[in-house]
């Protein structure tokens, strides 16, 4: 009966551990992806497709983009800057958070005197 005790114990305390860790993953991912937001529109969703939505797009298509301007084999106007800041492993963080957001229509800003 004590070791029962001790072993779900372990597993409390195991996952009291962990779970601010994931915690702080998520944050992590999110402050990067925020960086991507100001030119890809608010959650990856472009106003007018320019630049390009990054929302509900394929991970694997986005990771290999962004790989590609990193190492200048994919030609751009400020891509290939941009993507050289970041880790092959925070890149693919960067790409899964965006393609797990559901693709949507970005209305703007309200236009003022309209
Ligand atoms: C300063 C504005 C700006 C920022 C910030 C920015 N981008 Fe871009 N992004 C662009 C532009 C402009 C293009 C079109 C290619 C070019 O000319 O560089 C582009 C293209 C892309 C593409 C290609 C899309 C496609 O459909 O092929 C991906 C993927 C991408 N960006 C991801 C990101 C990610 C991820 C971040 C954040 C880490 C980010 N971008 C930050 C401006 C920006």
């Known amino acids: 009966m004590r070791l029962i005790h001790a072993i779900t114990a372990a597993a409390v305390v195991t996952a009291i551990a962990t779970a601010p860790v994931h915690a702080q993953d998520a944050n992590q991912t999110r402050s990067l992806a925020a960086t991507c937001t100001a030119c890809h529109g608010t959650d990856g969703i472009s106003v007018g497709g320019v630049p390009p939505s990054l929302a509900g797009q394929n991970k694997d298509y986005l990771l290999q983009q962004l790989k590609d ?46």
């Open 69 to 114: 301007y990193k190492a200048g084999k994919r030609p751009a106007t400020i891509m290939h800057q941009h993507a050289k800041g970041y880790s092959d492993e925070q890149l693919e963080r960067i790409a899964a958070y965006f393609a797990a957001v559901k693709p949507g229509t970005a209305t703007g800003a309200p236009r003022a005197g309209n």
